[in-house]
């Protein structure tokens, strides 16, 4: 797994390792972290997820960031802002490239963002649960403009 989050990681020095790894027999997949200032737009989800796919490295999530320490107010995007970039950034792209998920690693279990239900409401499904009722639970909740995490104590 590797965790390219920006087209000008892929290095020379880089890909040369990935193909390395390759030459093993090696399954190479990319994890992305979506971040505000950093890879936000469109464009620049699909110009990394062409390149890796161009590198024989499979997009396998682009992850929500994480409200951590230092990061939170600093490179967290917005849910709603985030779905436009997804589904902007797979309307570029063909095949493989658009195979990824969007979703977070929330406490509760691992969520993928589905998208918009209405303006004010998005749908998420359950890719793993804690809970083994959850397990592929899809769910539907009510977001603000701002909102850029699921509450750790979220009401199912």
Same mark, same amino acid.
């Given at each position: ?54 590198? @024989? ?25 985030? %779905?436009?970039? %997804? ?27 589905? @998208? ?41």
């Amino acid at each position: 797994m590797t965790h390219y989050n920006h087209p000008r990681e892929l290095t020379e020095e880089s890909l040369r390792s990935i193909s390395l790894l390759q030459e093993t027999g090696a399954v190479i997949r990319n994890q992305t972290v979506l971040l505000k200032g950093v890879n936000d737009d469109p464009n620049t989800i699909a110009e990394l997820f062409s390149k890796l796919t161009a590198n @024989g490295i499979m997009p396998y999530y682009l992850f929500q960031c994480r409200p951590v320490k230092g990061v939170k107010d600093q490179f967290q995007v917005p849910f709603k802002e985030g %779905v436009d970039i %997804v589904d902007k950034a797979k309307g570029m792209l063909n095949g493989l490239a658009k195979s990824f998920r969007f979703g977070l690693s929330h406490v509760t279990g691992k969520i993928e963002i589905i @998208g918009m239900a209405d303006p004010n409401k998005m749908i998420f499904k359950y890719i793993q649960a804690k809970d083994q009722k959850n397990s592929g639970r899809i769910f539907i909740r009510e977001i603000g403009e701002e909102e850029a995490w699921l509450p750790e104590n979220m009401p199912l």
